[in-house]
């Protein structure tokens, strides 16, 4: 076997969930292997670690201190959030009135456009009845004297 295959089945071989073969071939190989010997030892001792009850002795207003700690901190985020939300507010009032001042200067460039625009279409249009004004006179002419006389 392995050390690949060992390694994996490592956990499963300390609770002594594999069948006969594998679980002697896995302690074949791990006779022969310092490196997966050495690996085993360190799963033992976390096993070992996580199956104790878990209580851990501490001093007894260790755990008051630390909620109290925590609680505190919690409000000095608060109170930061709060205090920094006037200044979050009168920066947007600021960045807006900027904008709309903008706007406003900007709405006297967009009337002269909309104003020579408009000079411009009148002004094409008076050429064109202009134009046809004058082919209207010449066809009344040519109708009133055929000849051009």
């Not at 755990?63 to 205090?83: A, H």
Request: proline fraction near 1%; include cysteine; aromatic fraction near 4%.
């Amino acid at each position: 076997m392995e050390c690949s295959e060992v390694s994996i089945k490592l956990d499963e071989f300390i609770k002594n969930r594999l069948d006969e073969s594998v679980m002697n071939s896995i302690k074949l190989h791990l006779s022969e292997c310092r490196e997966c010997s050495e690996e085993l030892s360190v799963l033992r001792e976390i096993n070992g670690i996580l199956a104790m009850d878990g209580q851990v002795s501490t001093d007894l207003g260790f755990t008051e201190s630390v909620m109290q700690s925590l609680e505190k901190e919690r409000e000095k985020r608060r109170r930061f959030i709060f205090e920094s939300l006037p200044s979050v507010n009168l920066g947007a009032s600021l960045i807006l009135t900027g904008i709309l001042i903008m706007l406003m200067n900007t709405g006297g460039m967009v009337t002269r456009w909309v104003d020579s625009s408009i000079q411009y279409s009148t002004d094409a249009i008076d050429r064109n009845v202009n134009t046809t004004s004058q082919s209207i006179d010449l066809l009344i002419n040519n109708i009133i004297n055929p000849g051009g006389k």
